[in-house]
């Protein structure tokens, strides 16, 4: 059989699964899943038509050369979508495509909702923009070196704009459309003072994920109620960022240092590897406290749970600082200048580039030192270029990028 009728066939099983759903709901879900793959990285319980179905019943080696040629051959966006559907056939095709499917330090690609956690490519960073929309105070970040013209560029994380009375949060989630914190596409926030200075990013994921032993009659029980996992509602440190007071007001490029609580500094040294989480925390019996339902009301930021214990975060060892990279001033232009290596066209106070901060006593070596983690900069009227790579996240980095649109009065 040709792959072209292979997937066609996958295409078929899933429209079965959402034009005939179980119950009322299903299929709405189902749909909405399909049209992106960044979405919250559930088992849902299959129909039995699918799991005894023949594609199930195939042997693993064939499967598995199957899924590995299919993850080969689709390298980017929206034809990696094959690679999803082929999770999405049954719990053993799932199996085998997680295992197959690389982290982005590995392959430098972003494929399931979990890669947005894991620690960008070494070598080469991974392009994205971000696309802002003034009217609703949100911003997206898509996958893609620049916007495309048919608008087919994959969605990989939202934020929206809620002011408060001391500060502002950008709530940050999977999809475009809900930013509630009781939703499982929330997946953390970011938090200003009052005067726009200092941020602190928090995350759904915990810094050291903890080892959870469950005793049979939790796992029994779990099983049979066949119970979704959630994402944890509990919001932990894994971040700060602050901008230098400009207090004599003179003209010149923001200055900024993130301090990343989760990333230990050791992470950059030779044979340094930084956290990588697997899964999405699950939120099962004890782990979290039930969520109270809040339909139609705006994303709650109530930081009564958004406190971490100090020594989980203490055990990861000295944080990683990152510093933005100081600019050059250009007698000609007139203007000070940083070479984006044509990612950025256009002159805005919120352009920088991050490099490490670190004490010249470790042992990083100067080539080490001189890579650009991070950069951001304008294209365009609304839309920003976002280019990240090891040892930072999307999240973590989409997060950064978010300070930039905060007002900041006290240091311009």
């Known amino acids: 059989m040709s792959f072209k009728s292979f997937f066609r066939e996958l295409w078929e099983i899933k429209d079965g699964l959402a034009i005939k759903p179980k119950r009322g709901g299903e299929g709405r879900n189902w749909r909405s899943r399909t049209r992106s793959h960044i979405a919250p990285d559930e088992v849902l319980p299959q129909p039995e038509a699918v799991q005894q179905g023949q594609w199930a019943n195939l042997p693993p080696e064939l499967l598995l050369d199957i899924i590995r040629r299919v ?188 301090a990343m609580h989760s990333i230990p500094v050791s992470c950059i040294q030779q044979g340094g590897n930084a956290p990588t989480p697997t899964s999405f925390t699950a939120c099962v019996d004890d782990q979290c406290s039930p969520l109270p339902a809040s339909k139609g009301k705006e994303p709650e930021t109530d930081a009564s749970s958004t406190c971490i214990q100090g020594a989980q975060v203490q055990d990861l060892g000295e944080s990683l600082v990152l510093k933005n990279k100081a600019p050059r001033w250009h007698e000609q232009l007139r203007c000070w200048c940083l070479n984006f290596r044509g990612r950025v066209t256009v002159a805005s106070v919120k352009n920088f580039q991050l490099v490490v901060d670190v004490d010249p006593a470790l042992n990083v070596s100067v080539e080490e030192q001189e890579k650009i983690i991070l950069q951001f900069g304008k294209i365009g009227t609304d839309i920003f270029t976002m280019d990240y790579r090891y040892p930072l996240s999307a999240f973590q980095a989409f997060a950064i990028c978010l300070s930039s649109f905060d007002t900041k009065p006290a240091c311009e």
């Open 71 to 258: 993850e080969e051959s689709e390298t980017s966006w929206p034809a990696r979508t094959a690679v999803l559907f082929c999770a999405s056939v049954c719990k053993s095709w799932r199996n085998i495509t997680k295992e197959v499917v690389k982290t982005p330090e590995q392959c430098g690609r972003l494929t399931f909702p979990i890669s947005l956690k894991q620690p960008g490519p070494r070598d080469s960073p991974i392009q994205c923009y971000v696309r802002r929309h003034r009217a609703s105070s949100t911003y997206r970040l898509y996958s893609g070196l620049v916007p495309s013209e048919n608008e087919s560029d994959k969605l990989l994380l939202a934020a929206k704009r809620v002011r408060r009375a001391t500060g502002t949060d950008f709530v940050i989630s999977l999809v475009a459309d809900d930013f509630s914190w009781t939703c499982n596409t929330y997946v953390g926030k970011l938090r200003s003072n009052f005067f726009g200075t200092k941020f602190t990013m928090y995350d759904t994921q915990p810094p050291v994920l903890p080892v959870v032993q469950q005793n049979n009659q939790s796992n029994r029980s779990f099983h049979a109620k066949q119970v979704s996992p959630r994402m944890s509602a509990f919001n932990y440190t894994i971040g700060a960022i602050s901008y230098e007071l400009n207090v004599l007001r003179t003209r010149g490029p923001r200055r900024m240092h993130c």
